[in-house]
């Protein structure tokens, strides 16, 4: 079992920046492919980014590539997300996600745990 708890949305202007914290715990977090997705209302989940397990690899979707930055701790089994230059349509619950065969996929049903979310809104 792996347990996630993401950490540090919140309301933030257009323009702004944020970070994004996925704690996780149970089994070696050092080992796996972590992502992050975004779902918005009444929209299916969808890929953010993704680093590899020594985190020498990263991953972004076209639609974040140059505003966000995912990175990990190993010793602190800790994922963050750097959200800056944020846009409205960047309003989206975001999850944490591990990936515990490597598939380094960009397919929710590849990632084997979840966090719960945080929430990111965006003000114009």
């Known amino acids: 079992q792996v347990q996630l708890v993401e950490s540090g949305g919140g309301l933030v202007q257009a323009g702004g920046s944020l970070r994004l914290s996925c704690a996780a715990s149970g089994r070696t977090f050092s080992t796996f492919v972590m992502a992050w997705f975004r779902q918005a209302p009444g929209k299916e989940r969808e890929f953010v980014a993704a680093?590899?397990?020594?985190?020498?690899?990263?991953y972004y979707a076209d639609s974040v590539k140059g505003r966000f930055t995912i990175s990990r701790d190993n010793a602190k089994n800790t994922v963050y997300l750097q959200m800056s230059s944020l846009k409205p349509e960047d309003t989206a619950g975001y999850y944490c996600?591990?990936?515990?065969?490597?598939?380094?996929?960009?397919?929710?049903?590849?990632?084997?745990?979840w966090g719960q979310g945080t929430q990111v809104t965006l003000s114009s």
């Open positions: 996600a591990a990936d515990l065969s490597s598939t380094w996929s960009t397919q929710p049903v590849q990632y084997d745990y």
């Open positions: 680093i590899s397990w020594s985190g020498s690899m990263t």
